[in-house]
């Protein structure tokens, strides 16, 4: 059986998905970019500003699990530009110690959703 996961505190989904699901201690998170979830306003006045928006929908789906992002084991990043790496690369660090971070791979894209610059899913395990 799976568990479907929502909250508030991120982006409501747009279409026929969920924004996570636990199946088997697993927990897969939907691709999310940089929508504040009170006002639906997209965050993009700057690539950090994006990157952090997009972290924090991430954040608050993995509390809704009942976790946090120690227990993440693989993130899928999606960029329009690879010129931003750099930059993405610093915010995301933020979120994540670098001793036990998770697997990845960021990954340049002719374009996402909304035409927004970043978006990030996530696995995670739950126990």
């Known amino acids: 059986m799976k568990q479907i ?3 508030p505190d991120a982006p ?3 279409g026929p998905y969920s924004q996570a699901i636990v199946h088997q201690g697993t927990l897969y998170v939907s691709g999310q970019i940089a929508i504040e979830p009170a006002s639906g306003e997209l965050m993009t006045r700057t690539i950090e500003e994006e990157t952090h ?3 924090k929908n991430l954040q608050a789906v993995l ?3 009942g976790i946090t992002f120690e227990e993440v ?3 899928s990043v999606f960029v329009s530009d690879m010129n931003n790496y750099g930059r993405i690369n610093a915010v995301y660090g933020e979120y994540f110690n670098e001793a036990t971070a998770p697997a990845r791979e960021l990954v340049e894209v002719a374009n996402l959703p909304k035409f ?3 978006e990030i899913s996530l696995i995670a395990a739950i126990d």
């Open 12 to 14: 409501a989904p747009v």
């Open 5 to 7: 996961i929502y909250t």
């Open 63 to 65: 509390k809704a699990a």
């Open 73 to 75: 084991i693989k993130c």
């Open 116 to 118: 927004v610059n970043i």
């Open 53 to 55: 928006q997009v972290m």
